[in-house]
């Protein structure tokens, strides 16, 4: 569990990093004037040649990695709610490094995704063992009182 934990943090980490690069890169490449065909090709065209947003994509994608990985080693109704912890992680990155100001309604939001991951966490642990789980750990513990 504290495996999956750890690689969940240096995914989240990952993702905001990612999200601070792609921040930086579209404010160089600039504002969207209008939507049409001209104007999202020149976006296109200045975003892929731009080294924040190519390194926030990079990193992005090394989120997406370790994502895929926490899901095929736990049950998405865990993995999944705990990427909301990526709000927590992006917003103190926005603050940190963005110098963005945050109001307090904001960290009071950023407090109440903390305390609904700790409940996601806590019910993890204290989950009891599916009927699939328990008749695997009956068959094994069967097995090794034969030998």
């Not at 943090?9 to 921040?23: C, H, K, P, S, Y």
């Not at 080693?73 to 865990?78: K, L, P, T």
Request: with cysteine; glycine share 8%.
């Amino acid at each position: 569990m504290y495996k999956l934990i750890i690689v969940l943090f240096i995914g989240l980490i990952m993702e905001a990093v990612g999200v601070v690069f792609l921040n930086r890169g579209l404010h160089q490449i600039g504002e969207v004037s209008q939507i049409s065909f001209q104007e999202v090709s020149r976006i296109i065209l200045k975003g892929a040649c731009n080294k924040n947003i190519l390194l926030g994509v990079l990193f992005e994608a090394l989120f997406f990695g370790t994502l895929l990985y926490l899901m095929s080693q736990a049950e998405v109704s865990f993995v999944w709610p705990m990427t909301s912890l990526g709000f927590v992680f992006t917003t103190l990155a926005a603050w940190l490094i963005l110098h963005e100001k945050i109001v307090p309604l904001r960290w009071a939001g950023v407090l109440l995704i903390v305390l609904g991951a700790g409940l996601i966490t806590w019910t993890e642990n204290n989950k009891e063992p599916s009927s699939a789980e328990s008749s695997q750990t009956s068959i094994q513990s069967n097995s090794s009182d034969q030998k």
